[in-house]
Nanobody, 115 residues
Framework: QVQLVESGGGLVQAGGSLRLSCAASGINFRINSMAWYRQAPGKQRELVATITSDGSTNYADSLKGRFTISRDNAKNTVYLQMTSLKPEDTAVYYC?????????WGQGTQVTVSS
C-alpha cells in the first residue's frame, strides 16, 4: 500500500521559515521523482518544486531562492525548506511521487503565514 505522509506544516509569521517532510512507503522511493505542490483557497493546485531520482531540481519561477527541495533516499523522505515566507504562501502543501507518468499523492499539510 502506497503512503505519502506530509508533516511540518503550521502557522508562521511572515518572514519565518518552515521545513516540510514527506515520508513515503510502499514505493521504490529511489527511482521516483518527487514533487511538492500547493493549493491555496479558491485557486488551482500549482507546482512548487520537483526533484528527480538523481537529485536534479526544478522550481516554480516565483519561488526560486526561497524554497529548497531535497531528498533522503535512506529515509524515503523528501523535504521542502521554505524561507522568507509570505502570506501568499498560505496553502495546503502536497507531496507527490511520480513514476512513468503516474502520480501518487499525500493528504497534504496546511501552511498558514500570518502578516
Amino acid at each position: 500500500q502506497v503512503q505519502l505522509v506530509e508533516s511540518g506544516g503550521g502557522l508562521v509569521q511572515a518572514g519565518g521559515s518552515l521545513r516540510l517532510s514527506c515520508a513515503a512507503s510502499g514505493i521504490n522511493f529511489r527511482i521516483n521523482s518527487m514533487a511538492w505542490y500547493r493549493q491555496a483557497p479558491g485557486k488551482q493546485r500549482e507546482l512548487v518544486a520537483t526533484i528527480t531520482s538523481d537529485g536534479s531540481t526544478n522550481y516554480a519561477d516565483s519561488l526560486k531562492g526561497r524554497f529548497t527541495i531535497s531528498r533522503d533516499n535512506a529515509k524515503n523522505t523528501v523535504y521542502l525548506q521554505m524561507t522568507s515566507l509570505k502570506p501568499e504562501d498560505t496553502a495546503v502543501y502536497y507531496c507527490a511521487a511520480i513514476r512513468l507518468g503516474s502520480s501518487r499523492w499525500g493528504q497534504g499539510t496546511q501552511v498558514t503565514v500570518s502578516s
